[in-house]
């Protein structure tokens, strides 16, 4: 079974620049997650997805960052402008419901703003 | 708010038993258990859900002690391949189903 999938892996931009992450979860999972995490600390929640219904989005900057769900499935981070504080890794995970457990995550997108 | 883990950091040789512990200044409905290798994403170990359970993952097992709000993993005659970053989630009483990490431990496990 594939696991989640991000694209793209790595990715380096000035600041002031947009910047897109996608992520393609397990097929089958309802629950999709972004994740922020910084150098020596644990992932952040950003986002949380219930099919295409973002249910809870508190963490997310919304004055710089948004995302968007398609049809339940895939899914897109965007931050437009980027700062340098924005440097970091971006983890999308799937899980197959909220309170059910296991959430599977993806390899990750590192972001590194200059 | 977010979970305390302690050590930051541990040092074994390989057949060590090492515990890594996880405490939060709320009540707890869960706690989840998760290594994270240097590059690569999280991997789930176990959750557990009631107070005073103990769950075990190969030779990793876990308690919760929801009246101390803590968690502990222990990892027992330690591996090589157990070597990365431990992270607990914790999710709340009040199931807002948002799971919080802390900052996580590092094991380092030599030959």
């Known amino acids: 079974e594939a696991g989640v999938v991000q694209s793209p892996r790595y990715k380096i931009i000035e600041k002031k620049q947009p910047v897109a992450f996608w992520c393609n979860p397990i097929s089958g999972h309802n629950t999709l997650y972004w994740y922020r995490q910084n150098l020596g600390q644990g992932p952040e929640l950003l986002i949380r997805?219930?099919?295409?219904?973002?249910?809870?989005d508190s963490q997310l900057p919304k004055d710089r960052f948004s995302a968007e769900r398609l049809k339940g499935v895939d899914s897109t981070l965007k931050i437009q402008p980027a700062e340098l504080g924005d440097s970091a890794v971006y983890l999308c995970?799937?899980?197959?419901?909220?309170?059910?457990?296991?959430?599977?995550f993806g390899p990750g997108t590192r972001l590194t703003v200059l | 708010q977010q979970p305390v883990q302690s050590p930051q950091a541990v040092i074994l040789r390989e057949g060590e038993d090492a515990v890594i512990n996880c405490s939060s200044s709320k009540a707890l409905y869960s706690v989840h258990w998760y290594r994270q290798k240097h590059g690569e994403a999280p991997v789930f170990l176990m959750i557990?859900?009631?107070?005073?359970e103990q769950k075990g993952h190969e030779k990793i097992s876990a308690s919760f002690n929801e009246k101390k709000q803590q968690s502990s993993l222990y990892l027992t005659a330690s591996q090589l391949s157990y070597s990365g970053t431990y992270f607990c989630g914790t999710e709340a009483m009040n199931r807002d189903d948002k799971i919080i990490f802390g900052k996580g431990t590092r094991l380092h496990i030599l030959p």
């Open positions: 557990l859900l009631k107070g005073g």
């Open positions: 995970a799937s899980s197959l419901g909220t309170g059910r457990g296991e959430q599977f």
């Open positions: 997805y219930e099919n295409e219904e973002a249910v809870d």
